[in-house]
């Protein structure tokens, strides 16, 4: 299995609280994604290049009330929260060989759709983030064509994705083992209430964090 860097995930308690948050960061406006029906979720998104893109995903107030617990831990976001880069997600072309040992911490597949996009992408069972959002979950895109390719270009890229966790060998044990190639950096911080994510995008005003 070899993975690289798919996109990251902002989580918030609306869709306009991220959209916000993301445009007054990073001086650009985001453009609509669409609604995941299994989810009962909704998205924007930031295209980042070719492969990689940011998402603001949030749950979807006009949705049915979701058969499964929701990803990206979105079911214990408090609602006064404000939106925050949580977690990020992986791609591979071999999800359907993730054996058991990988299950464990990224979760199983699932398959995914949203409009005519299609994909497969890991989930725990109860929705958290694997290890709290620093392992990622991995996704395979049946299109051969990747939809970040797709988005609107508003010259912005992904510089860097900082990892703050207090077991980083952890996290480097697990990429290791996925043959993960990308612009990641692992960090030891104090304890797991730290943890965090760190992305510096380029923009056309300079480089801003999230």
Known sequence: ???SLDHLVIVAP?????DRFVSQRLGVELQPGGCHRLMGTHNKLLRLGTHTYLEVIAVDPMA????RPRWFDLDRLPANVSPRLAHWVAKTDTLKTLGPKFEEVVGQVQPMSRGELCWDITILADGSLPLKGAAPSLIQWEQPVHPASMLEDKGCFLQMLDIFHPEP??????????NFSGPVRLHRCDSVETSRLVSCIGTPSGLKNL
């Open 1 to 3: 299995m070899q993975t």
């Open 64 to 67: 049915p009330p979701a058969h």
């Open 169 to 178: 060998e952890r996290i480097s044990h697990l990429l290791d083992a996925l």
């Open 14 to 18: 609306t869709l306009e609280a991220g």
